[in-house]
């Protein structure tokens, strides 16, 4: 069966610091990979998808990054965090976009 | 810049009662639209969704109504119960990119 590991699961981090978040997923090949962040009413918001190795599409932020540097792997990063990066991070993974499967997430505080 | 719009932001609806929600996009080249069901500290699950060639798609007690020519679709859940009490996305998707809505919160009254 397929899972989806993301970790960690919650970290506080100040104004200024790197930023790596990690996203694995087991028991399949060749998926699509999602990085979303999830702000109090801003809904679910597209960061980057990835539908191969090294192949990224972003969608909104200027100081984060991504990166697939296997098939089933998914890197959210940044330089230097601000403020507004602060949310709920979430990795998801999919063959068919017809179903999106989601990671437990990452809860991000930025001081 | 907003491609799907959901709205109520929140809702309260007695058990029983009929909750409905409602989206709409902009982009007509979306051809998939997916409603997902997230509890706390969760993440989403999807639900149920529907392709632009049907007016309507029912799975148990969840329904989406689609109006391709008003660009709209809304998510009905009969007979609700307070098990139903979570936030729903609605979202859009053309190839790989799917969209989310802002989504709902949703509280059913035992």
């Known amino acids: 069966s397929q899972t989806i590991h993301q970790w960690p699961a919650t970290l506080v981090q100040p104004v200024g610091s790197p930023l790596s978040l990690e996203c694995t997923v087991e028991?399949?090949?060749?998926?699509?990979l999602y990085w979303y962040r999830q702000a109090a009413g801003r809904g679910l918001q597209l960061l980057f998808y990835?539908?191969?190795?090294?192949?990224i599409s972003s969608e909104v932020p200027q100081n984060l990054s991504a990166s697939r540097p296997q098939d089933r792997q998914f890197i959210l990063s940044s330089k230097k965090l601000l403020l507004s990066d602060s949310g709920f991070y979430l990795c998801?993974?999919?063959?068919?976009?017809?179903?999106?499967?989601f990671g437990s997430g990452t809860q991000l505080s930025v001081l | 810049q907003q491609q799907v719009k959901q709205s109520p932001q929140s809702l309260i609806v007695q058990k029983g009662g009929i909750p409905i929600i409602n989206c709409a996009y902009e982009?007509?080249?979306?051809?998939?639209f997916p409603w997902y069901q997230q509890f706390p500290g969760k993440g989403p699950a999807l639900l149920i969704a529907?392709?632009?060639?049907?007016s309507e798609k029912k799975e148990g007690r969840f329904t989406i109504s689609f109006n391709k020519s008003a660009k709209q679709f809304s998510l009905h859940i009969m007979d609700s119960q307070p098990g139903d009490s979570a936030t729903y996305f609605c979202?859009?998707?053309?190839?790989?990119?799917?969209?989310f809505g802002k989504g709902t919160r949703l509280h059913i009254l035992p």
């Open positions: 998801a993974w999919s063959v068919l976009r017809e179903k999106l499967f």
């Open positions: 028991g399949t090949s060749n998926p699509n």
């Open positions: 990835s539908v191969g190795i090294g192949q």
């Open positions: 982009n007509t080249a979306f051809d998939y």
């Open positions: 529907i392709r632009p060639d049907v």
């Open positions: 979202a859009a998707s053309k190839d790989d990119k799917i969209i």
